[in-house]
């Protein structure tokens, strides 16, 4: 391998896993840090965590864990992908995990970037931005795990990181990748602006030789060209049959995919209150969701003010938690009676999901959206998923996602 990636989340995994191979790469998504060496035909792995939300102890060491293996794998550049709203609290975890994959790789002046321009994510004068909003007015301020209430990046790493943070503004990276170089500060790690893909081409061409980098999965797109790779796009063989929509994601984007979604198709809501009391569980929800003529959809994503009374009244983490294994054990049974193409939405839904399927390695397909592609469980049976972060897609992504996974558009 040349490049290693480790991800905090799955969806931000098969996302940077996409840029990647896109570039040309020959690409593999793991969950979790693997136990055996990887196929040496493979020029990325992508090492799928769930430490976003982890203990910050818990997400540093499997993040040194998946450094040390994928530099086994011989790997000569490591990213550490995060979310492209750069979502943490002032704890961590990017800061803490960032802090210590600088310190194990000896990396200085690291660069880090969230930008995603296709998916309106911009970073100007250190600033995020979603759309042509600043990201603490995006809706993430609302985020029930990582509310984001500052859009100063700088201001945000700092508080987690016991490094200094430096900025490069966009007007050095407009100069080139010499000019990036030359602006990165000598320690700590550094804020750089991008507002379009060509700005992330040249950070990822001042990035030659980098040992460290960290970002959103547009950090990836200059660099399989370092390592003479040209853009190709994925292959995907398709996969047909039983279909089901997933989705535990309670982003504005992900709300209106449900609610189109919810007009075409069979939908079941689960409430916070019947996970955490069992009053429903995953065998029922498998069993109705295979008896429908159209690919069903199972839906937990309530509107902010929803989710805010289920934390008071259960509490914040045990909510959550309930939903997850339910999707978890649902996915589960999904795959159990048959079900071959699971669309998901949500990153901590995507962990849950795949886990419940028991994958360990995910092969990367073409793109189903910018940021989302096609992915095939590694198994004796076929198995397509989508792994959707929460605002990504349009407002019909989970028919058309559907369909594109059984090559049907």
Not at 41 to 69: M, Y
Not at 372 to 377: I, Y
């Amino acid at each position: 391998m040349k490049i290693g990636v480790i991800a905090d989340d799955f969806t931000g995994a098969s996302d940077i896993a996409l840029a990647l191979a896109e570039g040309g790469m020959a690409v593999s998504q793991f969950i979790g840090v693997p136990d055996a060496a990887a196929d040496p035909a493979l020029d990325a792995g992508v090492v799928a965590l769930k430490s976003r939300t982890a203990p910050a102890a818990e997400a540093i060491a499997d993040s040194l864990a998946a450094c040390e293996w994928l530099l086994g794998q011989g790997c000569e550049q490591i990213i550490f992908k995060v979310c492209s709203t750069f979502d943490s609290t002032p704890q961590g975890n990017i800061g803490p995990v960032l802090d210590a994959l600088a310190d194990r790789l000896g990396a200085q002046g690291v660069t880090t970037c969230p930008a995603f321009p296709e998916n309106g994510r911009s970073v100007y004068m250190g600033h995020l931005f979603v759309g042509d909003v600043p990201l603490n007015e995006s809706g993430m301020q609302n985020h029930p795990l990582t509310p984001m209430t500052d859009s100063d990046l700088r201001r945000v790493l700092a508080a987690q990181s016991s490094h200094p943070v430096g900025h490069v503004p966009v007007a050095t990276v407009m100069d080139g990748a010499a000019a990036i170089r030359a602006a990165l500060p000598r320690e700590g790690h550094a804020i750089v602006d991008a507002i379009r893909d060509a700005d992330l081409v040249e950070i990822g061409r001042a990035a030659k030789g980098a040992a460290l980098l960290c970002g959103a999965s547009g950090i990836a797109l200059g660099l399989p060209a370092n390592f003479g790779h040209r853009p190709a796009a994925p292959a995907w063989e398709p996969v047909r049959g039983p279909g089901v929509v997933l989705s535990g994601s309670c982003s504005r984007a992900t709300r209106a995919q449900v609610a189109r979604y919810r007009t075409i198709a069979p939908h079941r809501e689960v409430t916070a209150a019947q996970a955490v009391r069992g009053e429903v569980t995953a065998e029922e929800l498998a069993d109705w969701a295979l008896a429908q003529d159209v690919p069903p959809l199972v839906y937990s994503s309530a509107d902010p003010e929803v989710v805010k009374a289920a934390q008071e009244t259960f509490g914040k983490g045990v909510a959550a938690q309930a939903i997850e294994r339910l999707f978890s054990d649902l996915a589960a049974a999904l795959a159990a009676r048959g079900a071959t193409r699971i669309v998901v939405a949500g990153g901590e839904t995507s962990g849950a999901a795949v886990q419940g399927v028991r994958a360990k390695t995910l092969r990367i397909g073409m793109r189903l959206a910018a940021g989302v592609p096609a992915v095939r469980v590694e198994g004796e049976r076929p198995l397509a998923m989508a792994l959707k972060s929460g605002n990504f897609g349009g407002p019909d992504f989970f028919a058309e996602a559907l369909a594109l996974l059984a090559g049907e558009a």
